[in-house]
């Protein structure tokens, strides 16, 4: 056995999903357990209040959360050993990718924040822990994101024209199966723009709701079609890429300054009209990017959006499947990833892909904090 344990809380802020995951054969994972850990209700506004309004974040709040999401990290490690019945020595390491505070790839100087304290959970685990993902390829001059392509291609790849889509908070495709002028595998990827975030930040806003379960609100709705183009001239949409986003571009804020030109809006006119924008701009990166794909691997919370994915579906001429199907359920890819990527960084093998995140070259990513 070769264990390892990924920790993954993305731009949705809905929970902590853990991955206790076997690596003793390389080329297929084996994931025995996972879980997801719903955020407490105090952590989970603090962290939207620092990501919503980052010109009231302050030191001590950052320090704060920063130590505050470690021990919840920690929590989410204990509960998944206990239920796996697995004790903490038998696991080599975790990969925790924390929690993305401000994301700012493109700005004078780029960076990404994750926050979660690893020295909280090596200390609380007694496992070492691999945290800080994303520094490592900004240095290196790239996005920092995604970050995971390369996991997507040791997983998935059996040189098919396919593409791999996660639909996070953000959403994001790996192109596989494509080759470059040299005959060489060349996998790309991008964020294409918004997954779930417009749709949970209105869903929040009009209707109180977490999020459109099933998207049963937005089917029922009628796309407003200067609202959608309007949306749709947003630069994010025609840049190529290596490009990556995140809340602090798509969010509420965003949403209403369009919105301000289209009175009397039904919440769910206005949910049809974003499931449509975040299925258009996936399905016109799919198009651009892989124009010969045979068949889109669905994973992330979006997929069980069936509106969402009846709208992507009805945009492509390909097969759009659950990563179910080959292998790996879409609820725990993301969190499986960070499991590869700290066995990655334990076995000093680099976890960035160059032709994705605009890096100079491949590089060993995240800091090893030891139990
Ligand atoms: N039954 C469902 N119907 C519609 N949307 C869902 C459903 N279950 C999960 N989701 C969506 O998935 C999101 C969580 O997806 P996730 O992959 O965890 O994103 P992140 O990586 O950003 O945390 C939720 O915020 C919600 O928008
Ligand atoms: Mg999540």
Known sequence: MSLYIGLMSGTSVDAIDAALVNFSDDH?????????????????ASILTIIQEPSCANLDMLGALDIALGHAYADAVKALLETAEVEASEIVAIGNHGQTVRHQPDSELPFSTQLGDASIIAEHTSI?????FRSRDLAAGGQGAPLVPAFHQALFDTGESRVVLNIGGIANITVLGQRDEGGEALITGV?????????????????????????????????????FK???SDDYFSRSGPKSTGRE????????????EHDDIEAVDLLATLSELTAWSIAESIRNKAP??????????????????QRIQSRLDCLVVSTEQHGLHP?????????????????????NLPSVTGAIGPRILGAIYPA
Not at 128 to 132: G, H, L, R, S
Request: charged fraction near 20%.
């Open 28 to 44: 297929s994972p084996e994931l025995l357990h996972a879980q997801a850990t719903p955020f407490p209700e105090e952590l989970r």
């Open 331 to 351: 609820d725990w890819v993301e969190a499986t990833a960070f499991a590869w990527l700290a066995k990655r960084c334990i076995d000093r093998q680099p976890g």
């Open 292 to 309: 010969d794909t045979q068949r889109v691997m669905v994973c992330g919370g979006g997929i069980h959006n069936t509106d969402l994915i």
């Open 128 to 132: 070492a822990t691999v945290a800080d």
């Open 230 to 232: 309007a949306l749709s």
């Open 191 to 227: 964020d294409t723009g918004p997954g779930n975030t417009l749709l949970d930040a209105a869903c929040q806003h009009y209707l109180e709701e977490n999020y459109d379960a099933n998207g049963d609100h937005a089917r029922q709705g009628t796309v407003i079609a200067p609202l």
């Open 249 to 260: 571009h798509f969010n509420l804020h965003w949403l209403n300054d369009h919105l301000r």
